[in-house]
């Protein structure tokens, strides 16, 4: 059994992260909880973790993970090797970039890493957006 869930996240990120970032993750763990088909949590003992994952034709796929130590991972590159039809991954992909002024191009993100909160999210209007471009991915993937 998991040990992790909502409240005992956002309690261990609140030791580790600053309030700021921890504003960020409560918000992003409420709503992995609210519109995932399924938010896995993690196992770990020492750092939480939440998957926020998408039912689809190719079985289940995860979109982002959150961890209580303040980093977020979007799971771009996992999503090409599944073959996820190119308008969706575009798509997704754009959307992050242009929320978060990253490159996530094949030859300069050749893997799926973990970016720290506090470089990313920096306004409300950003987090708005990101769970915005996770609902659309959601909803183009269920099609």
């Known amino acids: 059994m998991p040990k992790w869930d909502p409240i005992s996240f956002v309690k261990h990120a609140?030791?580790?992260?600053?309030?700021?970032?921890?504003?960020v993750l409560e918000d992003l763990v409420q709503f992995t909880v609210k519109e995932a088909d399924v938010a896995n949590w993690g196992r770990g003992e020492e750092t939480g973790l939440i998957t926020f994952k998408v039912r689809s034709d190719e079985g289940m796929l995860p979109l982002f993970n959150l961890n209580t130590d303040g980093y977020v991972k979007f799971y771009i590159n996992?999503?090409?090797?599944?073959?996820?039809?190119?308008e969706i991954l575009r798509d997704y992909r754009l959307k992050i970039e242009s929320t978060f002024l990253l490159d996530l191009g094949e030859d300069v993100y050749p893997h799926d890493v973990n970016?720290?909160?506090?470089?990313?999210f920096h306004t409300q209007n950003q987090v708005e957006k990101f769970k915005h471009a996770i609902l659309g991915v959601t909803a183009r993937l269920h099609q």
Do not use: I, T
């Not at 970016?115 to 990313?120: F, K, M, N, R, Y």
């Open 115 to 120: 970016h720290p909160v506090d470089d990313l």
């Open 14 to 23: 609140k030791q580790q992260c600053p309030a700021h970032v921890v504003n």
């Open 78 to 86: 996992y999503l090409r090797e599944k073959d996820v039809a190119k």
